[in-house]
């Protein structure tokens, strides 16, 4: 018997699997992929991650595909452009995940790749895992990491699906393309681009421009998201008019993946079953980052785990929702709050207003580019909004 099963290796997977088997746990960290393995994504996360997770500057050689400095972020109706600085670190998720993979299993977790999970029976002292392959292993604790279509928040009875409304159906494409002409099209500060809802429907287009690659990507909410490969080849049609793009992208590459953007959901752990990432919905609704979340949550799971396990006491694991949500669970709502407001009929005037100030820009490219270690704040933003509409109308 294991102490932990770790189901799924991305980020959430491998961080909670390292943590636990530092601490001495038996922990099988199982993965329906062999890796490397590539995974549907823009790739950048903030640079804070890096300060958070101090031992990935051991390898960031082998993951990191540069810092984009300035975040350039484009209205609904295409007319403003707002510029911020930024601190987004850019990586290749096929190297990302691997070398998160192989941290774990130095640390000693036992991996099991290439099998999925396909049920996972609950009893009282400890979880069965059925794989793919017929066998099945039994642990005393299950962390599902295995994404937004995890077995394992259907099998704890946590969460069954996502509504429409809150999930975001997204294309992207790791385009090849020689540095110098990255450099020439994006400058050395590696400006990236975020699109608000482009063509009005709620969600965004993106450009990360990395060391040898483009990553281009779309994303519109599930209710509105029919035609989305059509759209993601208009999407870049535009980008290749507006020289954002080289003029014969190799979109061979182009995949389709799902993130939940609706918020986290109510409960993300029950009994033996804790659940990290975006398994749990741990996700930023206004730009659908969940790396740095899946990883911050993997520490709190390993540590009550490890309680949990040390005291013979399973409840102790409860405290877990609590812990996660102190840290980081408000964030969620202010972001439910500016999505509501970015994907407004409003947007373009809100763009408009945020041209005339610095400030505004400032705060706005930091929220969409995740890279303020101060968070969005949704009032603030209104407040310095309001200030500059009255400064214009009494002629400031
Ligand atoms: C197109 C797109 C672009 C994105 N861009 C960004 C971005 O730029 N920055 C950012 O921070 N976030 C981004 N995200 C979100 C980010 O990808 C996720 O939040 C992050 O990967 C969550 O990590 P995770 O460990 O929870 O899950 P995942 O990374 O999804 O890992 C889940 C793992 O579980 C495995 N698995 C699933 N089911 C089973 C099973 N039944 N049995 C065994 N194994 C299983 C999978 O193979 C996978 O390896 C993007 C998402 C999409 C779809």
């Not at 059509?230 to 993946?257: E, H, I, Q, T």
């Not at 945020?354 to 705060?363: A, L, P, T, V």
């Not at 968070?375 to 407040?383: G, S, T």
Request: glycine content about 10%; aromatic content about 8%.
């Amino acid at each position: 018997m294991y102490d932990v099963a770790v189901v799924g290796s991305g980020p959430g997977g491998s961080t909670t699997a390292r943590y636990l088997a530092r601490r001495g746990l038996s922990v099988v960290l199982i993965d329906r992929d062999t890796f490397p393995r590539d995974k549907p994504c823009g790739g950048g996360f903030s640079e804070s991650i890096m300060r958070e997770f101090p031992y990935l500057a051991a390898r960031q050689k082998e993951f990191l595909q540069g810092v984009a400095r300035v975040g350039v972020l484009h209205s609904p109706n295409r007319m403003i452009v707002l510029k911020g600085r930024v601190d987004m670190a850019l990586a290749l998720r096929t190297d990302f995940d691997h070398v998160l993979h192989e941290f774990a299993i130095e640390a000693g977790a036992n991996p099991l790749l290439g099998k999925r999970v396909k049920d996972v029976l609950f009893k009282d002292d400890h979880v069965t895992v059925s794989l793919s392959d017929g066998s099945t292993l039994d642990s005393r604790f299950i962390v599902g990491a295995d994404g937004a279509n995890s077995i394992v928040a259907r099998k704890a009875d946590l969460h069954r699906r996502w509504d429409p409304s809150a999930i975001t159906a997204c294309r992207v494409a790791e385009i090849p393309a020689p540095t110098e002409d990255i450099l020439g099209r994006y400058t050395e500060d590696l400006h990236y681009h975020f699109f608000a809802n482009l063509g009005g429907l709620p969600g965004y287009g993106w450009i990360f421009p990395k060391r040898e690659t483009i990553n281009v990507g779309l994303g519109i909410v599930g209710t509105h998201a029919e035609g989305l490969p059509r759209m993601f080849d208009s999407f870049v049609r535009y980008l290749k008019r507006s020289r954002l793009l080289p003029d014969s992208p190799d979109l061979s590459r182009a995949r389709g993946a799902l993130v939940p953007t609706g918020g986290p959901i109510s409960h993300t752990t029950k009994g033996r079953c804790l659940l990290v990432g975006d398994s749990a919905g741990m996700v930023s609704p206004l730009t659908g980052g969940g790396i740095g979340y899946a990883m911050k949550a993997a520490r709190y799971a390993a540590g009550v785990i490890t309680k949990a396990i040390e005291h013979d006491d399973p409840t102790t694991a409860g405290i877990y929702d609590r812990l996660w949500y102190s840290d980081f669970g408000h964030e969620f709502e202010q972001q439910l709050l500016a999505q509501r407001i970015f994907t407004s009929s409003y947007t373009d005037l809100l763009f408009e207003i945020g041209s005339r100030d610095g400030r505004i820009q400032e705060m706005v490219s930091e929220a969409m580019s995740e890279t303020s270690d101060q968070e969005l704040d949704v009032k603030r933003l209104v407040a310095r909004t309001l200030l500059v509409c009255l400064r214009s109308a009494l002629h400031l």
